[in-house]
């Protein structure tokens, strides 16, 4: 990215310009690699997968027309939502950061988090290989954090991947805590035990936030099937603190399906799956591409950028358009000031 692009920080005034931000997700860089260390852990499981097809759902010789087409929408800012690798190996970082490298020439302007593949074997998560290599386009060491792009606008980001022999993702309470914290908010314990907590709405809630996780919450009706074996356990804890922050955006991956919905149970929501841009579609169902979002005051505009395989080109397909979303409603619309959350109980899945 050049360097005539607009660089926001926190402490300037919000740009009367629009923001335009390109997500992507689930990039899937690949390598085949069996060692003798690989045969008593789960990346034996993702190297058979890429022998048995996997490989061929992922084009990386599709990366440059990818990078092409993202630097030719000059975006202020690029966010990626995890699954940049396929086993977590050091060679596939090595790859994923030398790949990407046009999209990173700055870390203010882009921002990273992992997803599960990230964090696929237990030497990767504890060695903090993703930290290694992709650190500096965080908000900070640790999740959560915040990262402000304009006076108004921030991202907030979230870690709930794992190394698991399954796919499903799990956030610690300690995380949702650490966010309504950073957001300026309060939380009170139940005297009685409970597990519930009393929360106030935080005041500091930027006006345009971003929740940047590598998990949905839901999905829209033709995709819950997929999602359900690797879903976010407590996906319904995040979203009942999320339902406090009234208008955001939720910026995901992981079902590579590209989408922009409102879910009915957090209708103050915008959840944007970028989908997987090189994943190979031979029956048109899902194109690979990215989303590109423009932020013009509060009005909110969604464009999938898809592949076209056999014509070899790009289409910009918009998805929705709402005028003003950041304006629609306060922070903990529809709840009572002082309101409580379950944070330690078996609850019901959004």
């Keep these: 990215m050049t360097a005539h692009h607009r660089i926001p920080g926190p402490d300037q005034p919000i740009c009367d310009t629009p923001l335009r931000i390109v997500h992507l997700s689930d990039i899937h860089f690949w390598r085949i690699e069996i060692g003798p260390r690989d045969l008593f852990s789960k990346r034996i499981v993702g190297s058979v997968s890429l022998l048995l097809g996997r490989a061929r759902a992922f084009k990386l010789d599709r990366l440059p027309a990818v990078i092409e087409r993202v630097l030719s929408l000059q975006p ?82 979230l870690d709930p991947t794992r190394a698991d022999l399954t796919a499903r993702g799990h956030l610690p309470e300690s995380q949702i805590v650490a966010a309504h914290h950073l957001l300026g908010g309060q939380l009170t314990p139940d005297p009685d035990g409970s597990g519930e907590v009393h929360v106030g709405v935080p005041p500091h809630k930027p006006r345009r936030l971003i929740v940047l996780c590598h998990y949905p919450l839901t999905a829209p009706p033709i995709y819950l099937l ?123 899945s959004l």
């Design 76 to 157: 202020d800012h690029v966010v990626i939502s995890g699954d940049l690798t396929t086993t977590a190996s050091e060679r596939e970082f090595q790859d994923a950061r030398a790949g990407l490298a046009p999209l990173l020439e700055d870390p203010r302007r882009a921002t990273i988090v992992p997803g599960n593949h990230d964090r696929y074997t237990g030497e990767a998560q504890r060695s903090r290989r993703f930290e290694e290599y992709f650190g500096e386009f965080t908000g900070g060491p640790e999740f959560p954090w915040l990262k402000h792009l304009d006076h108004q606008t921030a991202i907030l980001g």
């Design 226 to 348: 997929e999602l359900h074996p690797k879903r976010l356990t407590n996906a319904w804890v995040l979203g009942e603190w999320l339902r406090l922050l009234g208008p955001h955006l939720y910026c995901c991956g992981h079902i590579h399906a590209a989408w922009a919905f409102r879910p009915l149970d957090l209708p103050e929501q915008l959840c944007l799956n970028a989908g997987a841009p090189l994943m190979h579609d031979p029956r048109g169902f899902r194109s690979p591409g990215f989303l590109e979002i423009l932020l013009d005051g509060d009005s909110v505009s969604v464009v999938h950028h898809c592949w076209r395989r056999k014509q070899k080109t790009w289409d910009a397909l918009p998805l929705i358009d709402v005028a003003d979303f950041f304006a629609e409603a306060h922070p903990g619309a529809g709840r009572p000031m002082d309101s409580q959350i379950q944070l330690s109980r078996r609850g019901p």
